[in-house]
């Protein structure tokens, strides 16, 4: 399967710093909005990635850093957020941001130490939370590849 990535913008106005990545699919293009996972080199735009400043990005809420909660039932943290770019682009102010879920999250499960994926808004979401890798861009990839083949709920 033919696909393209590119790094199109760094949020650093915010902890912790964030990725913003286009999968380009034959078919489709996903947005990755990604956290940095240890033992990771620091973020870098792709060549000839400019970033226009104008734009803003919808950021979920729940990206922490996992540090809140003692609970032993606590959920995996977020390292990454899967939207169709289409349905979820940059806008000139926060007004004009697309109000969507996202498709998949990329989390990390501390008693399995793999980056696991959970399906959303999928009507079909085994492939995707079968996802299980030891590192979290293997993990990206392997949920997109699930949604290239997952339908989507309408």
């Known amino acids: 399967m033919s696909m393209k990535v590119e790094n199109v913008d760094i949020l650093d106005d915010r902890t912790p710093k964030l ?48 540090e809140d909660e003692d609970d032993d039932d606590k959920l995996p943290e977020v390292f990454a957020v899967v939207f169709l770019h289409d349905e979820h682009p940059p806008a000139h102010s926060l007004k004009e941001l697309a109000d969507v879920e996202p498709l998949a999250n990329v989390a990390y499960d501390d008693k399995a130490e793999h980056f696991i994926g959970e399906g959303i808004f999928i009507s079909d979401s085994d492939e995707i939370d079968k996802v299980s890798e030891p590192t979290l861009s293997q993990a990206i990839l392997k949920v997109l590849d699930a949604l290239e083949i997952s339908p989507r709920e309408t």
């Open 19 to 66: 990725l913003v990545q286009l999968y380009h699919y034959p078919t489709r293009t996903y947005q990755v909005i990604r956290m940095r996972s240890s033992g990771e080199p620091p973020f870098k735009l792709s060549p000839g990635v400019k970033i226009d400043e104008s734009l803003v990005w919808g950021v979920p809420i729940y990206f922490a850093n996992g």
